[in-house]
C-alpha cells in the first residue's frame, strides 16, 4: 500500500494532458470503459471523465476511481485501482501499446511498471500486481488544463 501511495504521488509530478475530452461518456470511449463502469463497486467510483489517453482493460472491475486538481495551476491528476484477470504481463503490455498509439512517450517500464509521459502535458502510470488470482492495476494519470 505505502508503494501505491508513492507511486501515486510520483506520476502526479510527472505531466498531464492536451487533448482528453471530458465531457465524452463511457459508451462514447467503448465497451471497454463502459463495462468497467457497469461493473463498478458500490464505493463512489465515477470514472465517466476519464481523458481518453486512460483507457481501462476490457473486464475491469473498478475497486476505486478519483480525479481532482493537482498540486500546481491548470493541472488535474486522478488514480484509478481495479482489477482484472488478464496477466500482469499482458497488462503492462496493453498499456505500452495504447501510450504509443495515443503518442506517449514512455519514461519507465519494469515488470511490473510502465509509464509514459508526452512532454509535461499528459502522463499515465500503470502499476500491477497478483492478488488472489487476479491483477490490481493503479493507474495514475496526470495532465494540463
Known amino acids: 500500500m505505502r508503494l501505491r501511495i508513492i507511486l501515486a504521488g510520483a506520476v502526479l509530478s510527472l505531466g498531464g494532458c492536451e487533448a482528453g475530452n471530458d465531457n465524452q461518456s463511457a459508451e462514447e470511449r467503448g465497451p471497454a470503459t463502459a463495462a468497467a463502469v457497469a461493473g463498478a463497486s458500490k464505493s463512489p467510483t465515477d470514472c465517466s471523465k476519464l481523458p481518453d489517453f486512460v483507457p481501462l482493460y476490457a473486464d475491469a472491475r473498478i475497486e476505486t476511481c478519483v480525479s481532482g486538481p493537482a498540486g500546481e495551476p491548470h493541472r488535474e491528476s486522478g488514480t484509478v485501482i481495479y482489477t482484472t484477470g488478464a496477466t500482469p504481463e499482458a497488462i503492462i503490455a496493453w498499456y505500452r501499446d495504447?501510450?504509443?498509439?495515443?503518442?506517449?512517450?514512455?519514461?519507465?517500464?519494469?515488470?511490473?511498471?510502465?509509464?509514459?509521459?508526452?512532454?509535461?502535458?499528459?502522463?499515465?502510470?500503470?502499476?500491477?500486481?497478483?492478488?488472489?488470482?487476479?491483477?490490481?492495476?493503479?493507474?495514475?494519470?496526470?495532465?494540463?488544463?
Not at 104 to 125: E, N
Open 98 to 145: 495504447k501510450a504509443a498509439i495515443d503518442g506517449l512517450v514512455p519514461a519507465l517500464s519494469t515488470p511490473s511498471l510502465f509509464s509514459a509521459r508526452d512532454g509535461g502535458k499528459r502522463s499515465m502510470m500503470a502499476v500491477v500486481e497478483s492478488v488472489r488470482g487476479a491483477t490490481k492495476v493503479t493507474l495514475n494519470w496526470g495532465r494540463d488544463i
